[in-house]
């Protein structure tokens, strides 16, 4: 009969022990082999494009840009579902497509490599779908995965340098000897972060060591508040906010006021884990890429448009052209839109030899009855200028719109903010309802207006601050409406020292004549019936007045 080889219990329990030793290296084998086979695969699409991605990383590095723009299209054509892997776990994709970047630019051009002040890195670009979101759709389930977030940047962080690699020399011995620590924390986008533990105290032999500050290698970092669009936030909810971390080119590129779409990383920063936890940890952007929207809006002028300026600029109506063109909706005011398209293409300013400083900018004063379509007129301005700040008489205080000192929470020292007049540099500041405004708010702006800075010694501080912006006010007069009996100056109440400080100051009638009301309903009734169905493309200035949303709907129509 045939013989029967049974194991005994010390050959099971070492085959156990060997299996179960297998099992524990085996995860971070397979993470390994994984991020192999991802560089591979990138390397080999990069080599298939060879031509295109040589020109497209040396044009970028020509023009000082370290991250190298790759389309989500073009990673469908890498593998089928790539591009929302890539979306669902970007930290397994990103690490290791930008090492073939970098092994890619190694092979083809090795100077390169070797004059780079920052890693390269990939720009995600494309239709990101579900996971394009404001702030609102920042959730929890949305933790780990790249988004692209549009909202309105509130509140800026002061950049500062971050520690990526720390030197360490002999404390008493000056032998040359030199040890090295990379710090990295969750915004290097690394799962597993492997940093030097802290800094040594002393080398192998016992030598006490420190660490020498000018060897050591930083980076920029700031973070700043990116906060929902008013009109994409829904009727009377609180707009929503989430907090974005930038570090290298990409920090100062936001500030206060700019309308962004950042495309990054939702990641949670847990605090270091102790006996107990609430569960709740504060969850940051790391951003891969900020645009302003204003670029991803406007065209670029092209040629038809140049020989379109010219034709205009050669015609001896340009400027009555311009007028009438300026806020068509409104009937009528002439006089008024022609004030107001001076103050958009503005003076020239002259700084004179004796130190002298004569102001370019035009200021505009609107005085009238209600109803007169003052505020549209505004909102126009608002609109088409490159640059401008809206706010009203009540709703903004006299440091809201120079600057304010705040005491940071954390470290109780003072911080200079920035007011509206002082965002609007170079631009326009609208001021609505400015009749409604406090008397001693009313007077911090008179400096602004005839100076064009901002002087504040507060709390230690000295400082001087540009203001170089055209006001433009609106106002209702001093009993509601216009007073004919009465002169000018008392109709609108205001002190004459800050009425000198108006070059142009208009008074808006609503005078009900037959003719006049007959103009005005002709013009609405037009409006209503000229006006294009949900086919019908806006164009010129009807565009201005349609949101981002119904622009970016349109367009993907």
């Known amino acids: 009969g045939s013989k029967v080889f049974l194991p005994t219990r010390l050959e099971i329990s070492s085959l156990f022990a060997s299996m179960a030793a297998v099992d524990a290296a085996d995860p971070a084998m397979r993470e390994r082999d994984e991020f192999e086979q991802r560089v591979r695969l990138f390397s080999e699409f990069l080599h298939n494009n060879r031509d295109d991605w040589e020109k ?80 609102r759709g920042v959730t929890a389930q949305t933790i780990g995965n790249m988004l692209c977030v549009e909202g309105i ?83 009377g909810q609180i707009p929503r ?16 006021g700019d309308r962004v779409q950042v495309i990054g990383v939702y990641r ?10 609430t569960g709740v940890f504060p969850t940051k952007l790391v951003a891969t890429s900020i645009k302003p929207v204003k670029e991803l809006i406007e065209p670029a002028f092209v040629a038809l448009d140049v020989t379109n300026i010219r034709k205009i600029a050669a015609r001896p109506d340009t400027f009555k052209l311009l007028a009438r063109s300026f806020a068509p909706a409104i009937c009528g005011h002439e006089k008024v839109k022609e004030g107001l398209l001076l103050q958009m293409i503005g003076g020239t300013e002259k700084n004179l030899s004796n130190g002298t400083h004569l102001r370019g900018d035009i200021n505009v004063l609107l005085v009238g009855d209600p109803s007169c379509g003052k505020s549209q007129m505004l909102r126009f301005v608002m609109n088409t200028a490159p640059l401008a700040i809206s706010t009203t008489g009540r709703g903004s205080s006299g440091v809201g719109l120079t600057a304010a000192m705040i005491r940071d929470p954390g470290s109780r020292e003072f911080n200079l903010e920035a007011g509206a007049m002082v965002l609007a540099d170079r631009g326009v500041i609208c001021i609505d309802e400015f009749d409604k405004m406090g008397q001693n ?37 001093i009993y509601g409406n216009f007073d004919p009996s009465l002169d000018l100056a008392k109709n609108i109440g205001l002190p004459d020292s800050l009425l000198s400080r108006f070059d142009l100051v208009y008074v808006v009638r609503d005078l009900t004549t037959e003719e006049i009301d007959r103009k005005i309903a002709t013009q609405v009734l037009r409006q209503c019936s000229m006006r294009g169905g949900a086919e019908g493309r806006r164009r010129g200035v009807e565009e201005i007045h349609s949101s981002i949303l119904e622009r970016r709907q349109e367009a993907d129509k």
């Open 56 to 135: 497209r990383i040396d044009t970028n590095l020509a023009n000082n840009c370290f991250r190298i723009p790759l389309d989500l299209s073009e990673l469908r054509k890498l593998e089928a579902g790539v591009d929302q892997k890539l979306l669902q776990a970007p930290v397994k994709y990103l690490l290791p497509f930008e090492e073939a970047l970098l092994a890619f630019l190694g092979e083809t051009n090795q100077k390169a490599v070797k004059q780079l002040k920052q890693p390269l890195k990939l720009d995600i670009t494309g239709a990101f779908g579900r996971n394009h979101v404001t702030p």
């Open 153 to 235: 940047v509130t509140k800026c962080g002061v950049m500062q340098p971050k520690l990526l690699q720390s030197m360490h020399v002999h404390k008493t011995i000056d032998d040359n000897y030199c040890e090295s620590r990379d710090h990295r924390d969750a915004t290097s986008l690394q799962n597993n972060i492997l940093s030097g533990g802290g800094f040594p105290v002393q080398d192998a032999e016992g030598n006490e060591l420190q660490m020498d500050v000018s060897l050591s290698v930083y980076k920029d970092s700031q973070s700043f508040t990116v906060q929902e669009a008013p009109d994409n936030s829904p009727p």
């Open 241 to 256: 906010t989430v907090k974005v971390v930038c570090d290298g080119d990409l920090a100062d590129k936001a500030k206060p």
């Open 268 to 277: 949670s920063f847990p605090p270091p884990m102790q006996e107990f936890t």
């Open 441 to 477: 708010d009313r007077v911090s702006i008179h400096e602004a207006m005839e100076q064009q800075c901002v002087t504040i010694a507060k709390a230690g501080m000295h400082v001087t601050l540009n203001a170089r912006c055209s006001v433009l006010a609106a106002a209702n007069p």
